[in-house]
């Protein structure tokens, strides 16, 4: 691993970009990725232990995606949903069969907080109650009823008016689980809190969650948009343990980089949904039905999924270091929990040609790569990281 990278001047953006992005935290500009690795503007090659905030998980640019789009787009670009697609029937099998959790029928949408708000939605309309219950240090999007349920007073209070009634539980703890009751349409969480600081909902609690839900006839929301597609070392973690939701939510790494969401369910939620209930435009369009298609395929074709369990074993075998105190999370989601600041720690790895992430926790550095990441890259991590650790 090269000492030093080149220096990066990002320069002056354009006028006509509004500026709502912080680049302060990633100073440079990103021109071009193949597989683990991105290169910016001034010719340095990074290697991403980031993966795009968790949607690359096939790496950057993946061959079959990329000719599954050219070949999709070159037949129908796009047409409205009101005609009917073999692509988007086909994909949707395909998507159900990878999960084989139980869920027999999935909704298409454009992103992670379309596909919360939407899954809330069906459950406010399935139940007739108003009332959402959502967990401390959750992150769910920021369309209104997924801003709700995600944990940020300051979100709440611009749009005070708008937000309903949240109620907000401790994770993994049983008092949470009194608070579920007739009132109650939905209870929505991730299974790890990807940006609540690598957060595991504990096997027991998902059980005891799942039965007080059912007691009370709410409906359980798993929020899978970061834990699903392979990324925990199974394809989602809805259905493992014994413990179905009612609901899952996908997006990020769903057609390895192509935007898109989806609504998984069962057979008794959809039953309950009649046309027109939910709606999307660009939901199940044809570019992005080739892309998740191409996505299933290669995470079967490579054995990704048992891959990323293997990349976690291994990171935790190899980070035996004092300065890393805790290793939280599963498969290809990691948080190494550091004895100091985890930014100062992620810029210097910058400079040696590493990209990580930082997370809610600042002592946090966040790991999301793509699944293609191999045991010599975590070893190029363990050195870059050592040096910086020992020259701090």
Same mark, same amino acid.
């Given at each position: 691993?090269?000492?030093?990278?080149?220096?990066?001047?990002?320069?002056?953006?354009?006028?006509?970009?509004?500026?709502?992005?912080?680049?302060?935290?990633?100073?440079?500009?990103?021109?071009?990725?193949?597989?683990?690795?991105?290169?910016?503007?001034?010719?340095?090659?990074?290697?991403?232990?980031?993966?795009?905030?968790?949607?690359?998980?096939?790496?950057?640019?993946?061959?079959?995606?990329?000719?599954?789009?050219?070949?999709?787009?070159?037949?129908?670009?796009?047409?409205?949903?009101?005609?009917?697609?073999?692509?988007?029937?086909?994909?949707?099998?395909?998507?159900?069969?990878?999960?084989?959790?139980?869920?027999?029928?999935?909704?298409?949408?454009?992103?992670?907080?379309?596909?919360?708000?939407?899954?809330?939605?069906?459950?406010?309309?399935?139940?007739?109650?108003?009332?959402?219950?959502?967990?401390?240090?959750?992150?769910?999007?920021?369309?209104?009823? &997924?801003? !709700? %349920? @995600?944990?940020?007073?300051?979100?709440?209070?611009?749009?005070? *008016?708008?937000?309903? +009634?949240? #109620?907000?539980?401790?994770?993994?703890?049983?008092?949470?689980?009194?608070?579920?009751?007739?009132?109650?349409?939905?209870?929505?969480?991730?299974?790890?809190?990807?940006?609540?600081?690598?957060?595991?909902?504990?096997?027991?609690?998902?059980?005891?969650?799942?039965?007080?839900?059912?007691?009370?006839?709410?409906?359980?929301?798993?929020?899978?948009?970061?834990?699903?597609?392979?990324?925990?070392?199974?394809?989602?973690?809805?259905?493992?343990?014994?413990?179905?939701?009612?609901?899952?939510?996908?997006?990020?790494?769903?057609?390895?980089?192509?935007?898109?969401?989806?609504?998984?369910?069962?057979?008794?939620?959809?039953?309950?949904?009649?046309?027109?209930?939910?709606?999307?435009?660009?939901?199940?369009?044809?570019?992005?039905?080739? &892309?998740? !298609? %191409? @996505?299933?395929?290669?995470?079967?074709?490579?054995?990704?999924? *048992?891959?990323?369990? +293997?990349? #976690?074993?291994?990171?935790?075998?190899?980070?035996?270091?004092?300065?890393?105190?805790?290793?939280?999370?599963?498969?290809?989601?990691?948080?190494?929990?550091?004895?100091?600041?985890?930014?100062?720690?992620?810029?210097?790895?910058?400079?040696?040609?590493?990209?990580?992430?930082?997370?809610?926790?600042?002592?946090?550095?966040?790991?999301?790569?793509?699944?293609?990441?191999?045991?010599?890259?975590?070893?190029?991590?363990?050195?870059?990281?050592?040096?910086?650790?020992?020259?701090?």
């Amino acid at each position: 691993m090269a000492a030093e990278l080149k220096n990066t001047d990002c320069g002056t953006r354009g006028g006509a970009l509004l500026d709502v992005y912080s680049h302060i935290q990633y100073p440079f500009e990103l021109v071009r990725g193949e597989g683990v690795h991105v290169w910016d503007a001034a010719g340095n090659k990074y290697l991403d232990f980031y993966g795009g905030h968790c949607v690359c998980c096939l790496g950057h640019s993946p061959r079959e995606v990329a000719d599954a789009i050219a070949a999709q787009a070159k037949e129908l670009l796009f047409y409205s949903n009101l005609a009917p697609m073999p692509v988007r029937e086909k994909a949707a099998d395909k998507l159900i069969q990878f999960a084989a959790n139980g869920f027999t029928k999935v909704f298409f949408c454009n992103s992670g907080g379309e596909a919360n708000e939407n899954a809330l939605k069906i459950a406010i309309k399935a139940t007739g109650r108003q009332k959402i219950a959502a967990f401390k240090g959750a992150f769910h999007g920021r369309t209104l009823l &997924a801003l !709700g %349920a @995600t944990d940020n007073a300051k979100w709440h209070g611009q749009y005070a *008016g708008w937000v309903g +009634e949240v #109620e907000r539980f401790e994770p993994n703890t049983a008092e949470s689980l009194a608070q579920i009751d007739g009132q109650t349409a939905a209870v929505i969480l991730e299974p790890i809190q990807s940006i609540g600081g690598c957060t595991v909902f504990e096997p027991d609690y998902l059980r005891a969650l799942k039965e007080a839900c059912d007691k009370h006839g709410a409906l359980l929301i798993y929020d899978e948009v970061q834990t699903g597609m392979g990324r925990t070392g199974s394809p989602f973690v809805s259905g493992h343990w014994a413990v179905l939701p009612h609901m899952a939510t996908l997006a990020k790494g769903l057609a390895g980089g192509f935007p898109i969401g989806a609504v998984m369910m069962t057979r008794e939620v959809a039953d309950s949904i009649s046309p027109g209930d939910i709606a999307a435009t660009f939901g199940g369009g044809p570019l992005a039905m080739a &892309a998740m !298609g %191409a @996505t299933v395929c290669c995470l079967k074709k490579y054995n990704l999924v *048992g891959h990323a369990a +293997e990349i #976690e074993h291994y990171v935790r075998r190899k980070f035996t270091v004092s300065q890393v105190t805790e290793i939280r999370g599963k498969g290809c989601l990691l948080g190494l929990v550091l004895d100091r600041e985890a930014k100062p720690v992620q810029q210097a790895l910058f400079k040696k040609g590493i990209i990580t992430g930082l997370n809610s926790n600042p002592h946090l550095l966040h790991l999301l790569p793509p699944l293609t990441i191999q045991f010599e890259h975590v070893d190029l991590l363990h050195q870059a990281l050592i040096e910086v650790l020992k020259a701090a």
